[in-house]
């Protein structure tokens, strides 16, 4: 090799070299001591990703397809191919259809899934068969449970609400996991496509500790969730929609829409505003422009 070419790949290399240093300078930086939460554009679906404030990542739920992988390469550095826990809240298309996917590319030291075993489903097939790969490769499997308490760093964590029993095959929306992310005084409120029975059901075992400064709106606005019960006890500041513009079911439901219009709560709609991200430094949730 001639020296100048030996220089230029002296000074390529160099280069690739400091771009991972300021990457990685700019990833631990940009999360110290805040959380982020972002519900992701991934069409009619949910995808959540939230950052620890420690820097820890756990995605809730993959949408239907790979179009979770575009979105999770715009949230994470080019290097990075791990994530901490990944949770698939119940086993419908929207739900778990990206995660086989996302286990593919990611490196996963805990997922976490439902009772709700659907035999017959493709999806759910693959979403097990891609865990089995992962748990060989040593990640944990976990069913949910309510009680369990994920910690996710910089005292934030993750409650698990629901289910709170094994629950069988009748409707698998009923065995969504329920999850309460907390920072501080802050917390989302997370509820899969839980209908409004499981809803009024956590009101009665846990009333006013429900209250959460973001909720997003069950089933994708539909008027099957969103028990006025419900968002009276959460009283959230802000909801989020996580829906496709194209999706077939009119989410979000007219009814649900005037709903929030008249408990004054701003919405927020990952069709028409794209990703959605909050910032919380443990006192207050902002939204990040
Ligand atoms: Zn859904």
Known sequence: MQKSAKMLLAVVLFLLCLNVVIWYAASQASHTGVLTVSFLNIGQGDAIYIESPTGQQVLIDGGKNRAVLRELSKMTPWFDRTLDVVIGTHPDLDHIGGLPDVL??????????SSVHDEEGTDFAAFNKAIETEKNAGANEVVAARGQIIDIGGDAYIQILFPDRDVPLVETNTGSIVTRLVYGDTAFMLTGDSPESIEEYLVRLDGSKLRSTVLKAGHHGSRTSSSPLFVGFVDPEYVVFSRGCDNTYGHPHEEVVELFKRFEIQTFDTCTNRRVTFMSDGN??????
Do not use: A, D
């Open 104 to 113: 593919t590319r990611y490196r996963v030291s805990t997922v976490m899934r």
């Open 284 to 289: 207050t949730v902002t939204l990040k422009k």
